[in-house]
């Protein structure tokens, strides 16, 4: 077997993992903000609340995020897949301009632009930057958040989808999710 088809299929394989997406967002030290999205984001801590999000190593954003220090996480609903597509566009315009066409505020913790109509927002500090691979984990406390109920914009097989979610469990305490001790 040819190194090349065991590396296509490890890729395949962990292209199954299905994943919410969000876009994030932070201002630069001359307070003009940016955006990209991302589907590694994930819960690593409840106590304290800490967050992994993946980036591409040495990214502009992750430097601005390392700089700042602060930031937002917008999780997407499944309406919001131009959104997605948008801030995942490297020819979009930098800067302000890249916010033109996307209804925002701005978050008082974190100065980042908090996208309008997301399914969640989290406002994060930055904790520790990790260089591995090809990729920054950046871990963060989350200082705030709010919640809203709708459907994900989920990232699964390289593809984006509505994520509507039928239970499996009449009833959330029938599921116990047990860590490996």
């Not at 955006?35 to 819960?43: D, K």
């Not at 700089?67 to 959104?83: C, E, I, M, P």
């Amino acid at each position: 077997m040819d190194t090349e088809t065991l590396e296509g299929r490890r890729r395949r394989a962990v292209r199954h993992f299905a994943s919410g997406v969000a876009v994030l967002t932070v201002v630069d030290d001359s307070g003009t903000p940016h955006g990209t999205t991302v589907s590694a984001v994930t819960a690593i801590s409840r106590e304290p609340l800490l967050l992994g999000v993946c980036l591409r190593l040495n990214s502009a954003f992750a430097r601005r995020v390392r700089d700042g220090g602060r930031f937002t996480v917008n999780v997407l609903r499944s309406d919001q897949y131009a959104t997605a597509r948008w801030f995942a566009d490297p020819a979009r315009p930098a800067g302000t301009a890249q916010f033109r066409d996307v209804a925002w505020e701005t978050d008082a913790l974190t100065g980042a632009p908090t996208l309008t109509g997301s399914l969640a927002t989290l406002g994060c500090q930055l904790v520790e930057r990790l260089a591995l691979g090809d990729h920054d984990l950046l871990v963060a406390q989350v200082l705030a958040g709010s919640a809203s109920w709708g459907s994900p914009l989920l990232s699964y097989a390289g593809r984006l989808h509505d994520g509507d979610l039928h239970s499996m469990a009449p009833d959330s305490s029938e599921l116990t999710v047990r860590s490996s001790r």
